[in-house]
């Protein structure tokens, strides 16, 4: 495999970052943020811990999870109509809020991508043992086996061709999404429509149980902001960026209401609650005595995890790639390959995360456990990536001298609602192991401080180059 490190002064035919430009279209990039929020994963995992929670109010607190993500979102296209680079959200929070904060962000989301992605194949691997015991087939695969099939293939497609890797995530996920709302149409019209009113009137449903329950909604939505780290092979990026960030999060929020009202509304008279159920959409099939939906269900959702890592290893690489580009991490990460013009060099580096941290995890627990455990620290980043694009957009808008009232009206309302899943992830007490994810976090925040000085100290000025570089004109 043949490598060229794109230096600034290196002319190149291409753009100066050496990635591919204009390789990406709308579908694209809606592709890579509706492939990380995984509208699959949810209906198949996460919709019974939310109604663990609200109950029959399940549908609303999805629709209003989304609600407010969509304010976080218009903050985040303030800067996405306005200038596009590779790693956008490292991009966008370095010239808000200075190169520290934009480092500290772009160490941020790559954790976030990493354990979404960890999340992702150990989803892969309990649905692939899904699918071969449907078909007869029960071996005690270890759980790395699945990880390294999974890991290689992602990486060969995402070393390959960024338009091929994008576009297969949304035919993968498409066919998963289609499978499940074929089996939610048999739950809802098989025998007669018949309006939930419980659902309607949320019967049952106290506040306390809804904001409780918009913490699992809006973990279930985020991702919705990865199309901006596609921002360097991007086609018509300022408009074709903002528009994917926003449609992402309407399609899969939309979809989350359907599906949460039908799996309540569809396990209503089960013996077991719909929080109890491990596989609900096995279930709801069982129950409609259409067992023949589970074998494609299942087979959907595996190809769908796959899809979800798929994204993550490209949005992750093409964080590490401008941080490397920046010196921030060692320039041979900032390598691109020769032929393909993608971040092959990262790409790699991060796989190999992907598949180890995992691999090691795995001796120690069960991979549901793992599920659970790497959606839950994800998102301890995403919050913070979150708030600080939220505070970051209105300190930028003020130095183009473009600043608004709406623009200042949606950053608070947006912050404001943040508070919401981060207070819902503190109180009340997780219990142990999970009430120390955010001193292991911090722990990783504050080794990417201590990464950064030493940066710094080798290297002086590399900051002053850092936002020299951030604040060209895209």
């Known amino acids: 495999m043949s490598y060229t ?17 204009g390789a990406l279209g709308f579908p694209a990039l809606l592709a890579q943020s509706v492939a990380l929020i995984s509208p699959t994963m949810t209906a198949a995992l996460i919709i019974p811990l939310a109604f663990s929670s609200a109950g029959s109010g399940t549908w609303m607190a999805y629709l209003f999870g989304t609600g407010m993500l969509l304010f976080v979102a218009y903050n985040l296209n303030q800067f996405a109509r306005r200038s596009t680079s590779p ?3 490292y991009a966008y929070i370095g010239r808000g809020l200075g190169p520290v904060s934009g480092v500290l962000s772009g160490w941020t989301l790559i954790w976030c991508y990493l354990f979404i992605g960890i999340a992702g194949m150990t989803g892969f691997t309990i649905f692939s043992r899904e699918v071969l015991s449907l078909l007869g087939i029960h071996s005690a695969i270890p759980s790395v086996v699945f990880f390294v099939i999974l890991g290689v ?8 061709d960024v338009r091929l890797s994008s ?7 498409g066919i998963s999404v289609v499978c499940i709302l074929a089996l939610a149409f048999v739950v809802v019209f098989a025998h007669g429509v018949h309006i939930d009113t419980d659902q309607l009137t949320l019967h049952g449903t106290s506040p306390r149980g809804m904001s409780l ?6 973990f279930s939505l985020v ?12 086609r018509n990026p300022l408009r074709t960026i903002p528009r994917a960030v926003v449609w992402s999060l309407v399609i899969a929020g939309l979809f989350f209401v359907v599906m949460s009202y039908v799996e309540v509304y569809g396990t209503r008279n089960s013996s077991a609650s719909l929080d109890t159920l491990a596989m609900p959409l096995n279930t709801l099939a069982d129950l409609d005595n259409v067992g023949y939906f589970k074998l494609p269900i299942d087979l959907g959702a595996m190809i769908s995890f796959f899809a979800l890592s798929l994204s993550c290893l490209n949005a992750g690489a093409r964080l590490i790639y401008p941080m490397a580009r920046h010196s ?9 390959h020769a032929a393909n013009a993608t971040p092959a060099a990262a790409l790699t580096g991060y796989i190999v995360l992907m598949v180890g941290v995992p691999a090691l995890w795995s001796s120690q627990t069960d991979v549901l456990t793992i599920f659970n455990d790497a959606g839950t620290l994800a998102a301890f980043g995403f ?9 970051a957009a209105p300190v930028y808008l003020r130095k183009l001298g473009a600043l608004s009232r709406p623009a200042v009206v949606g950053s608070v309302l947006a912050f404001v609602f943040l508070l919401v899943p981060t207070v819902g992830s503190f109180y009340p007490l997780p219990p142990w192991p999970v009430d120390l994810f955010p001193y292991i976090f911090l722990t990783y925040l504050l080794i990417g401080a201590g990464w950064l000085w030493l940066a710094a100290r080798r290297r002086p000025g590399i900051l002053a180059e850092i936002e020299a570089d951030l604040e060209a004109p895209a």
């Open 5 to 21: 490190e794109i230096e600034p002064s290196t002319p190149v035919t291409a753009p100066a970052t050496g990635l591919r430009t």
């Open 87 to 89: 790693g956008s959200m």
């Open 153 to 160: 293939a992602a990486w060969a497609l995402a070393v390959k």
């Open 167 to 173: 576009m297969l995530t949304l035919a993968l996920e």
């Open 213 to 218: 329950a918009v913490v699992a909604c809006i």
């Open 223 to 234: 991702g919705f902001e990865s199309a901006t780290a596609l921002g360097g092979e991007a």
């Open 328 to 336: 921030v991490f060692p320039a041979a990460l900032g390598k691109v």
């Open 383 to 391: 919050l913070l990536a979150y708030f600080m694009v939220v505070v």
